[in-house]
């Protein structure tokens, strides 16, 4: 009798990208008693990070306009934040 072999995903999605205009970010999660400490993450010329404890991706977006929001709740972008 032939066994049926389920496929496997190649990659798994991060659970929300969050496009952001810096290479150095940080994360807490979204605060509240749901958040997490909030870490401080650098790409590199990766062009992406992955937090390690909610596992949000942090993508560079492209050039923004005025119009663009690109900021997400619990993000921060560069040494000032949100």
């Keep these: 009798m032939a066994r049926k072999v389920q496929?496997?995903?190649s990659?798994?999605?991060?659970?929300?990208?969050?496009?952001?205009?810096?290479?150095?970010?940080?994360?807490?999660?979204?605060?509240?008693?749901?958040?997490?400490?909030r870490v401080y993450l650098e790409m590199g010329e990766a062009g992406s990070v992955e937090?390690?404890?909610?596992?949000?991706?942090?993508m560079l977006a492209p050039p923004a306009t005025a119009e663009d929001e690109l900021g997400a709740p619990g993000a921060y972008e560069g040494s000032a934040g949100h």
């Excluded at 999605?13 to 810096?22: F, G, I």
């Excluded at 937090?51 to 942090?58: A, E, K, L, N």
């Design 7 to 9: 496929p496997q995903p």
């Design 11 to 37: 990659v798994i999605d991060a659970p929300e990208v969050v496009l952001v205009r810096s290479h150095r970010v940080a994360c807490d999660g979204d605060g509240g008693p749901l958040g997490h400490p």
């Design 51 to 58: 937090c390690p404890y909610c596992d949000r991706r942090f």
